[in-house]
């Protein structure tokens, strides 16, 4: 069976780059299907009650400082906000780290704030110039962030940071790029707050606080989110779907939910459509494809798989596992240290201490003995999440093995893998771990939901191993040689291009790959195609 007409791009996979990626391409004229395996697209992006009635869950992700500061959203905010779409964020606390010995590093929307928390003078000084000279050159490190090297586009962005760092700069950046994120803060900080404070986001790049690239990563993750905030969608991350839902079916994207694609359809060399669910659908210009690399190479493109794209699939590594424990209250957190109390995310962690233990022990296959928790209060943005009175907690695990193999702490059993009962005893250490400094946790939690790396792969399998960041983010395999370096998203297949998580420039909300291959695709075939319309005159055509 074949659709009858096709059309002109197939979108395989509905998470944030294949919805951006089709909205782009549709509205520069094109016809578009958009496929995805779940009833509902929005991949790792959904929302609900699903721990109890009347408390609305962000089920995965929820954070949304790099959609919001990224290309897509220039282009595409304003139709997403007629469809619905709208943030809540904050102007004053922002995130926070607290230590097992109950210190606090805390951050301020105001970046002046912050610096005067830090006991040393001369750190003061050293965390503003951080945070300016991210602000100098954040156009130019967003272009190259988003650029393929080996483009002429990619040597222009090079070449236009370079120009603006000058040589000594440049080079600044290059060891940056090869540092760790603790080597980094030690070198540029007297004191330890910096490491405390922002050395945990590191997990949320998939890295480790010794990974190489820390050290590049670090600054722009502290001074995007003083110039970003954490902006939280209003009512829910369900209603970021809603409002792509609106859009995309104003544009007449056809979005096929509940299909699974079996195999990428490839004719002398170039692909023409796929097969889904014994469908075919025809592709007229492009496939574009929200995959991991292993289903690409693999099962996807079968013996059509270029031999060099498939060896390289073969070893292209997944990175440590995730997980997350929905929690709801009767009432509201209350930390010991006051200063938390509108705080909306705080890392449980020593910094790279205690974080880089518990990724070495997740890493070796073992549930960490100190993990670092992500405690996120959506609610405290949006108060409607939660009935008045009321609490919850979204906690974010991100050094936990796939299968385990031990426990670090010697106290669980691991022998049947993630089974409810090790995910409920995990999720019990991991509360107590925050209750240490919110003394009345306990009393006050109604239910929990767990979440397990087992639960992440069966909603997305481009979760390979549990990783939902796409696979390792060790600098062999990120940047610009992700997924391998034959090129971003470049296949060996004509017509055929690769986006997603395991696609330079890698995981997040900022959809850097679909906007980047949609809007390529789009700029060479407007030589041949009438200028693109509007929403509003695709919708009255």
């Known amino acids: 069976m074949s659709a009858p007409h096709g059309a002109d791009a197939v979108v395989v996979g509905a998470g944030v780059n294949g919805m951006v990626a089709a909205a782009v391409l549709a509205r520069a004229g094109w016809d578009v299907v958009l496929v995805d395996r779940n009833e509902r697209i ?34 595409l905010g304003p139709d997403l906000a007629r469809h619905g779409l709208a943030y809540r964020n904050t102007d004053g606390p922002l995130t926070a780290s607290i230590a097992d010995d109950g210190r606090v590093a805390l951050a301020h929307r105001d970046p002046e704030l912050t610096a005067r928390g830090l006991a040393d003078r001369a ?19 967003g272009a190259l962030m988003g650029a393929d090297l080996r483009s002429p586009g990619g040597a222009l962005a090079a070449l236009g940071l370079g120009g603006r ?28 707050e910096v490491d405390h404070l922002w050395v945990p986001w590191l997990l949320h790049a998939g890295l480790s606080p010794d990974s190489a690239s820390g050290g590049f990563m670090l600054p722009v993750f502290a001074a995007s989110t003083h110039l970003a905030g954490l ?15 609106g859009l995309l079916a104003e544009l007449g994207v056809q979005v096929r939910t509940g299909v699974s694609v079996d195999r990428v359809l490839v004719r002398a060399g170039r692909a023409v459509g796929v ?21 690409l190479y693999g099962d996807l493109l079968g013996p059509a798989a270029p031999p060099a794209h498939r060896a390289a699939a073969a070893t292209y590594r997944p990175g440590r596992a995730a997980m997350h424990v929905h929690v709801t209250l009767d009432s509201p957190l209350a930390w010991t240290d006051e200063r938390l109390a509108d705080v909306p995310l705080v890392h449980v962690s020593d910094g790279s201490a205690s974080t880089g233990i518990a990724c070495a022990e997740a890493e070796a296959g073992l549930l960490p003995r100190r993990p670092t928790v992500v405690v996120g209060r959506q609610h405290v943005l949006d108060p409607s999440r939660v009935p008045a009175g009321a609490g919850a907690l979204w906690l974010q695990l991100q050094e936990v093995p796939f299968a385990p193999l031990g426990d670090a702490a010697g106290e669980l059993p691991t022998g049947g893998g993630w089974n409810p009962e090790l995910a409920r005893a995990y999720a019990d250490r991991v509360l107590r771990r925050v209750a240490a400094h919110a003394p009345g946790l306990l009393a006050s939690v109604r239910d929990v939901r767990v979440t397990t790396p087992l639960d992440l792969v069966g909603r997305n399998p481009n979760a390979v191993a549990g990783d939902p960041y796409g696979g390792s983010a060790e600098l062999d395999q990120n940047l610009w040689w992700r997924p391998f ?44 195609r009438p200028a693109p319309r509007t929403v509003k005159e695709r919708v009255h055509a």
């Open 42 to 75: 929005g991949g790792f992006i959904a929302s609900g009650e699903a721990t109890t009635p009347g408390y609305v869950d962000d089920l995965y992700s929820s954070w949304h400082p790099l959609f919001v500061t990224s290309p897509a959203f220039a282009e």
């Open 123 to 141: 750190d003061r000084r050293a965390y503003l110039a951080m945070v300016e000279g991210f602000g100098r050159s954040a156009d130019r490190i």
């Open 165 to 192: 760092l000058g040589r000594r700069g440049s080079e600044a950046l290059a060891r940056d790029l090869l540092a760790s994120g603790r080597s980094w803060a030690a070198r540029t900080f007297r004191g330890g």
């Open 231 to 245: 902006p939280v969608v209003e009512g829910g991350a369900g209603n970021f779907v809603a409002a792509f839902e």
């Open 275 to 295: 097969q889904a669910d014994g469908e075919r659908i025809p592709a007229r210009r492009a496939v574009l494809a929200s995959v991991s690399p292993q289903a």
């Open 485 to 528: 370096p034959d090129g971003a998203g470049r296949t060996g297949v004509d017509a055929l291009v690769h986006i997603g998580a395991a696609v330079h420039p890698g995981p997040g909300l900022g959809a850097g790959s679909g906007y980047r291959a949609a809007t390529r695709l789009a700029r060479r075939a407007r030589v041949s």
